[in-house]
Nanobody
C-alpha cells in the first residue's frame, strides 16, 4: 500500500499548481484522501479531503475558494490544485489515506516553492 506524489514544483506568485497522489495496493475508493501541508518551520496544516468514491469534498475554511480536490478513479490518482499562489503557500504538501479519522498511509510529500 502506498501513495506516490508528483515531484517538486516552483511557481511565481499568482500562478497555480497541481500536485498528484497516485494510490496503489488498495481499493482507491475505500478511503478518503486528505491533503496536509507543512510550511518551513511550521506544524502540519490540514487542507481538506476528498472521497474518491463519489467526489465529495470538504475544505478547511482557510482554503475554500482557492483549493480544488479531484480524484480520477480510472488511474487511482488524487489531485490538489492551489491557485493564486503566494509566498506563504511555500510548503511540503502531503496526501494521506484516511479511514475513520485515522491517517493510514502518507505520500512522500511534494515541495511547492512560490517565489519570483
Amino acid at each position: 500500500v502506498q501513495l506516490v506524489q508528483s515531484g517538486a514544483e516552483l511557481r511565481n506568485p499568482g500562478a497555480s499548481v497541481k500536485v498528484s497522489c497516485k494510490a496503489s495496493g488498495y481499493t482507491f475508493t475505500s478511503y478518503y484522501i486528505d491533503w496536509v501541508r507543512q510550511a518551513p518551520g511550521q506544524g502540519l496544516e490540514w487542507m481538506g479531503r476528498i472521497d474518491p468514491e463519489d467526489g465529495g469534498t470538504k475544505y478547511a475554511q482557510k482554503f475554500q475558494g482557492r483549493v480544488t480536490f479531484t480524484a480520477d478513479t480510472s488511474t487511482s490518482t488524487a489531485y490538489v490544485e492551489l491557485s493564486s499562489l503566494r509566498s506563504e503557500d511555500t510548503a511540503v504538501y502531503y496526501c494521506a489515506s484516511e479511514a475513520m479519522g485515522y491517517f493510514e498511509v502518507w505520500g512522500q510529500g511534494t515541495l511547492v516553492t512560490v517565489s519570483s
